[in-house]
């Protein structure tokens, strides 16, 4: 003998309608709506350049004040030194020569510190020769091995590199080191898991994780280096005869040139301006900040 069910309810069927939405009050319509300088200024390169407009009014207010060329040039004299220093192919020059002693220092520091933290994630001796090397040459300012990298590598860019790759290293070092002590016990024990030991245990598991610090050193490391090979190039430009910008500096120093002193000067701004936004800020954009590891 078969039983049968009852059939289910079926729910009932609401009518489908559309409404249209109702119109906001005057007045938040129109707070709503921003003018073209409120949206100009959501924009950081548009606040960025209003304060570097509002900086060069001011310094072109102090030098006509002070109207004495000699100390103090205005923006506009610098600018005009800037032009005809950058048209003539001097100032270019100069600092493609800075940009190309300062990457290898940059680069052969980066490794170097690479190498230290990686040794001291993975043994205790390791661990021991970071913190005691970081203890003493970290405070030891690079310039002050000039003289001594001068008397092994001779009038070369070696002993640019050197001090150049002393202020890279302990810098990037210290940062990436606290960033590899700051992952997660979870992903540490993940990886141990997939059985990644050594190198690979570093790169695919401790890098990603500590990105954020890693970058974080490139930028300071950076600065180190680019404001070190400048106070370098003035003693290395004046004992050899040539050198990039610090030299382009000390020379027309010496000659009385103050406008293409700060036009030398400007040079370093500009340069710095540009590496901090057009590579550190992009690539943290598309790392760090994409990936929800930094606001």
């Not at 150049?164 to 590899?180: D, E, I, K, P, R």
Request: aromatic share 8%; no cysteine.
């Amino acid at each position: 003998m078969s039983v049968v069910l009852p059939s289910p309810a079926q729910p009932p069927v609401r009518p489908e309608f559309v409404r249209a939405p109702e119109p906001l009050p005057q007045g938040i319509e129109v707070a709503s709506r921003l003018s073209w300088h409120e949206r100009a200024l959501q924009h950081a390169a548009v606040r960025k350049t209003l304060i570097l407009l509002v900086l060069a009014a001011l310094w072109e207010g102090v030098a006509r004040y002070a109207d004495n060329d000699l100390l103090l040039p205005g923006a506009l004299q610098t600018a005009r030194a800037f032009v005809e220093t950058l048209a003539s192919g001097e100032l270019g020059s100069r600092a493609a020569l800075s940009m190309a002693v300062l990457l290898k220092g940059y680069v052969a520091g980066i490794l170097l510190a690479f190498v230290l933290t990686t040794l001291a994630v993975s043994t205790r001796i390791g661990r021991d020769l970071l913190s005691t090397l970081t203890a003493m040459l970290n405070p030891l300012p690079a310039i002050a091995l000039l003289p001594l990298a001068m008397l092994w590598f001779g009038l070369g860019q070696g002993s640019l590199v050197f001090v150049l790759m002393h202020s890279v290293l302990w810098a990037l070092a210290v940062n990436m080191y606290t960033g590899f002590l700051g992952v997660s016990e979870t992903l540490r024990m993940a990886g141990r898991n997939y059985g990644l030991t050594g190198l690979r245990y570093v790169l695919a598991i401790l890098v990603p994780a500590a990105l954020p610090a890693i970058l974080s050193g490139l930028r300071i490391a950076w600065a180190f280096a680019w404001r070190t090979l400048i106070a370098a190039e003035l003693v290395f430009g004046a004992s050899s005869g040539q050198g990039g910008l610090g030299w382009f500096i000390f020379q027309n120093r010496n000659e009385l040139y103050t406008d293409r002193v700060f036009a030398g000067l400007a040079a370093v701004v500009i340069i710095g301006l540009l590496v901090e936004n057009l590579v550190f800020d992009q690539l943290e954009r598309h790392t760090v900040r994409k990936w929800g590891m930094q606001r």
